[in-house]
């Protein structure tokens, strides 16, 4: 035991009560061996069922060493609870499973004091029954030692339940006081209430302990930035701020090397902070080309799909781009094994040019091939379609031709069939008419229907938002495929 932070006086009587049987065993010679094995078996039993007791015991008082004030997180009380629990899980645990303490050295467990090696050794070498002996000790400490862990995870489930709604309300109070913003400044109002908080537990928790609340409390804070960002974030350059103030407490966290390693700082909670707070951050221009990029990914995946699995269908297409008019030309040929409606049988498909953003002539534009009965899963369609645009513009990573196909039904709900999207980046170049019919790209794409990805759901939330490039795509694109979404 530490003289650094607090325990009851329970403990101090449960380790004495240990102690004592670690000199009543050295004291014992013992010339037979079965009966070695049976009376260490008892007391081994016996320990176990003390030192369990014992937390048992010890937890019934947690519930009453809570701070209700909102303050603090947890009360001196409880710091010596947690202690306990965590003294006599490492008295119990094997050697290989000790908890570090600060510094090099580790607590001493009972199976130690208790010099079994030797007593197993012998047992082993008359009866061929040490090895035996050892693992069931093992077994049973260690069996002990994760139930008094699973104790001391409770409390500090509760520990971390206290401090969610402490620290979101302090939080939502900062932003309210500062117009809803997240700012570098407000750093220092959120250290002082970690300060406050967490310098309880540094004084009063063994190491192992107060690092495994650390790295709770780390992970409960990043889970409130999101939360509260949901409510009160609304612009890109506040999803930033959010983003600064983050990456500075992650430093705070570290405390110059006395509180979180990176493993902890890094965890997979703080990338999906970071993958989720960059999204949210990034201009909607930007995020709007970068969900044209990821239709253009799930079109690959779905090429590299095998025959029998796509499910949708495939368009037939030629295409490529003419120099000397500044137009892609666009031979809708067919479609092949579309899904067949009974009730609605008048296919079509609709190109545009995507993200409109960049095509600012006419940004909203689309092109639909004629609409006539077609009660067939290879409807024909032959027909040419040309579509202006800038050759520099289509060299942009996320531009993109769009075809969505669909069945027309008079009642106006019509009914989506699949997508298919061409990267502008591979359309072919041609100089002139002539030799645009010889270079046109001939593709079979497979229809797939959309996988809702963050950036998608973003640009969805911006445009509720009233956000004029989100509701662009939304009002043009979007919406047609609501029934796929």
Request: hydrophobic share 40%.
């Amino acid at each position: 035991m530490t003289e650094d932070v607090g325990y009851s006086s329970s403990l101090v009587d449960t380790m004495t009560l240990f102690h004592n049987m670690v000199v009543f065993w050295k004291h014992l010679q013992w010339p037979d061996p079965e009966k070695a094995y049976s009376y260490l078996s008892v007391l081994i039993i016996s320990i176990a069922e003390a030192a369990l007791y014992y937390v048992v015991e010890v937890y019934k008082k947690a519930d009453q060493c809570f701070s209700t004030d909102g303050k603090l997180i947890a009360t001196v009380q409880l710091c010596t609870i947690l202690n306990n629990m965590q003294t006599i899980r490492d008295k119990l645990s094997p050697p290989e499973l000790l908890s570090d303490e600060i510094g090099d050295t580790k607590p001493v467990g009972i199976i130690d004091e208790l010099g079994l090696q030797e007593f197993f050794d012998w047992l082993e070498q008359e009866k061929g029954i040490g090895l035996k002996l050892k693992e069931f000790v093992n077994r049973t400490m260690h069996n002990t030692a994760d139930d008094i862990s699973n104790k001391m995870s409770t409390g500090i489930f509760h520990l971390e339940k206290q401090y969610i709604p402490a620290v979101q309300k302090f939080i939502e109070e900062i932003l309210l006081k500062h117009g809803g913003a997240l700012s570098v400044e407000n750093l220092q109002y959120l250290e002082e209430y970690f300060n406050t908080n967490l310098t309880v537990l540094s004084k009063n928790l063994l190491y192992p302990t107060f690092k495994l609340v650390l790295r709770k409390v780390w992970e409960a804070t990043l889970r409130i930035f999101m939360e509260i960002g949901d409510t009160h974030l609304t612009k890109p350059s506040q999803w930033q701020a959010c983003r600064n103030i983050a990456l500075s407490l992650k430093e705070y966290f570290r405390a110059d090397g006395e509180g979180l390693v990176d493993d902890d700082l890094d965890s997979p909670a703080f990338k999906a902070f970071l993958f989720d707070v960059d999204r949210r951050s990034q201009p909607t221009n930007i995020l709007v080309l970068k969900c044209c990029s990821d239709l253009a990914a799930q079109q690959t995946m779905a090429v590299d799909l095998p025959t029998k699995q796509q499910q949708f269908g495939e368009l037939s297409l030629t295409i490529g781009y003419l120099k000397t008019s500044s137009v892609i030309e666009v031979k809708v040929l067919e479609a092949r094994n579309i899904p067949v409606n009974k009730t609605c049988y008048m296919p079509y498909v609709e190109l545009q040019m995507l993200p409109g953003i960049l095509f600012l002539d006419n940004p909203n534009e689309s092109y639909t091939t004629k609409k006539y009965k077609q009660q067939t899963q290879n409807p024909q369609f032959r027909e040419t379609f040309q579509i202006p645009s800038h050759s520099s513009i289509m060299q942009l990573e996320g531009t993109i031709l769009s075809l969505v196909a669909s069945n027309y039904d008079a009642t106006g709900k019509d009914h989506f069939l699949g997508l298919c999207v061409v990267p502008c980046n591979i359309i072919p170049h041609c100089i002139d008419a002539s030799e645009l019919g010889r270079s046109s790209m001939m593709l079979n794409i497979p229809l797939f229907h959309i996988t809702t990805s963050g950036v998608f759901l973003e640009l969805v939330t911006r445009h509720q938002r009233s956000d004029e490039v989100a509701s662009q795509l939304y009002t043009t694109f979007i919406k047609k495929l609501k029934a796929n979404l």
